[in-house]
């Protein structure tokens, strides 16, 4: 027997079908070791024997590694087959380390798609850990772990913020400046003139470009009203321009542009967007099968390899015709692309995403037909355009107005962008027209678009800051802390997320700096391609940075606690709002001398009109501790009835339960509804769910 690790259970699955019964296939679920606790500072590592890490099991991974050790045993070979990123390469490391595996003869697999080809490929072509990415991600883990406990217990004690980090803080400083300059903004009035002609019937709306034959900006009414009185006098068309414009369609998708893209189109997070692409790569159960259905989905690279392009080249040209076949665009370069990675592209042409949908879920489906068509539409021929500018005039006023016809679709085809038409009439040189429809209109300028979650990871990419895999996390580690909101994908900071960037921007300048950072990103790359040690990098970092923390430690201010008020009924001292582990409470200001919490009064419960059908005591309208309402019975914890407050019809219906007599209610699991029995946990009757009261 051959034990194969991965990271996935999704993906063990997936690789398992995949693999001959000599294989098993186990997931490690992630990280199995991290840093610990202990030594200066509670890095983890020996400070003073050249950052030596110490490393720790994890306690939810312990009963993982006793079960990889046991099948090790029995193994006669064990294979390491996680992610292919420095992440993935770290994981396959420690695996090593836990298992007792020799680095340098273990076989570790790399493949960008799960497929049966590419992991028969892998098999028969492995490699050896690659420890320069190891050293990569652990220099990288060791300068968070520091940054992260050294600041977080700063600001911690300062200011009461929960934690600080090397990407997440600079990320910060970027949604917080960018909301100061929204507050700044002060708007100004402009008008706008609108009109039209008339031509065959149809309306067309024009520009006005000129005014007196320069460019114009109108600030206030008069000036509007000045202008209006120009548009009595007819126009005549004074020019027609044709011209031809070649469209390109955009390159494939990686991390960052699949992550705007999801969000502009559908609204999806982040965080949905990484959810659902790492299922479309992990495999999805198509008639039977699992199938791995797009590549890796943590790239920062542009490229397609040989083999798909081969692939889609007689695709297109069986489906679409020779002439729709143009090739591989030049590879976007992107700042620290990993040229390793391909793009994120399907796996399979054939599995159209029409052949897919009945098998997936709508977002699902939505995610693939993007990454389907834009890696479909990169390879074909551009999209030809003829472009019509017609120019009209009077003696002060110059209008244009401006038509598209296709003349040969390209990657269009495949409807990939369908707005692009606008056709014009046949339109004559000199032809005088009245215009008609006008309008003037008061403006005012709008201060800058909030950033949304897909602007801020291409300000991340654009910048350097962070990488592919860390691009979703550190928006939602901000979200977490409440350093920011994040309503519909937009992000705004909150009172105690500028506070933050505020006071980090004040005292520890380098690490709020974008530069700064990037400049991390690249000696990290440098690490991981073997041309810059993790010591060197690892030095130059901490004793500046120690250094530094100590002058701050003991000049930065402390944040005094906002007062409700009030004063304190046992001392007199004020009350103040605190932060704790299950949010904000009102509290003595004398503590830990007085410790005095102010308990909130609990709505009285009120009576829902009728009778517990299990004991006959009255039923009563509860809140639990989300706030959602529920009825439940008075007799409380002697019985435990509940029901749903507002039930849909088909759950009108009154089952019994055959075991104990109780009355059957409507519950929810994370499966969906069930039936289950209201006298739990005394009866814990169970029945399937479905509606009109019918079981499956």
Known sequence: MKLVIVESPTKSKTIGHYLG????????????????????????????????????IEDDKKDIVKKLLSLKKKADEVILATDPDREGEAIAWHLAQVLKLPIETTKRLEFHEITRNSITNAISNPRVINLDLVH??????????????????????????QSAGRVQSVTLKMIVEHEKEINEFKSEEYWTINSSIEEKGKKYSLNLTKVDGQNYKLHNKEEADEVLSYTKENVKID???????????????RTSTLQQDAFTKYGFKTRETTYLAQQLYEGIEIEGNLVGLITYIRTDSTKLS??????????????????YFKGEKGVKDVKGAQDAHEAIRPTNLELTPQKVKPFVKDHVYK??????????????????????????????????????????DGYNVIKFDDNEQNILP???????????????????????????????????????????????????TLVTRKYVTSEKGVLIPTEQGILTSNVLNKYFKDLMNTEYTAEMETSLDKISE???????????????????????????????????????????????????????????????????????????????????????????IRKNKRGQEFIGCSNYPKCRYVESLERPEEEQEEKFCPDCGAKLVIKYS????????????????????????TKN
Not at 306 to 323: L, T
Not at 430 to 454: C, G, H
Not at 556 to 564: A, N
Not at 671 to 693: D, R
Request: contains cysteine.
């Open 21 to 56: 019964e000599e294989y098993v296939v186990e997931a490690s679920v992630g990280h199995i070791r991290d840093l610990s606790i202990s030594g200066k500072g509670g890095f983890g590592v020996d400070v003073d024997n050249d950052f030596k890490p110490t490393y720790v």
């Open 136 to 161: 990569s991600q652990e220099t990288r883990r060791i300068i968070d772990r520091i940054i992260g406990f050294k600041l977080s217990s700063l600001l911690k004690s300062k200011i009461r913020s």
């Open 239 to 253: 020019s027609i321009e044709k011209s031809e414009r070649s469209v390109s369609s955009k390159e494939p998708y």
């Open 306 to 323: 040989d083999v798909f392009v081969n692939q889609a080249k007689e695709f297109i040209i069986s489906k679409y015709g020779e002439k």
């Open 367 to 408: 995610l693939y037909k993007m990454i389907y068509e834009r890696t479909l539409a990169s390879l074909m021929s551009n999209k030809l355009l003829e472009v019509t500018v017609i120019t009209l005039k009077n003696s002060h006023l110059t209008f244009e107005l401006k038509g598209n016809r296709v003349i040969f």
């Open 426 to 476: 046949e339109f004559v040189e000199n032809k005088e027209y009245e215009l008609i429809d006008v309008t003037s209109e008061q403006n005012f300028t709008k201060p800058p678009a909030r950033y949304t979650e897909a602007r801020i990871v291409k300000l991340m990419e654009d910048k350097g800051i962070g990488r592919p895999s860390t691009y979703s996390a550190t928006i939602q």
């Open 530 to 620: 073997g041309t810059l040690s993790e010591l060197e990098v690892i030095k130059e970092f901490y004793y500046p940075f120690i250094e530094h923390f100590e002058e701050v430690k003991n000049v930065m201010y402390k944040e005094p606690l906002k007062t409700t008020g009030e004063k304190c009924p046992l001392c007199g001292s004020d009350l103040v709002i605190r932060n704790g582990k299950h949010g904000e409470f009102i509290g003595c200001s004398n503590y830990p001398a007085c410790h005095y919490v102010k308990k909130e009064e609990k709505e009285a419960p009120v009576e829902a009109g009728r009778n517990c059908p299990n004991c006959g005591a009255p039923l009563l």
């Open 670 to 693: 994370r499966k969906g509804k069930f039936w289950g029995c209201s006298n739990y946990p005394n009866c814990k009757h169970v029945e399937p769910y479905k509606k009109n009261g």
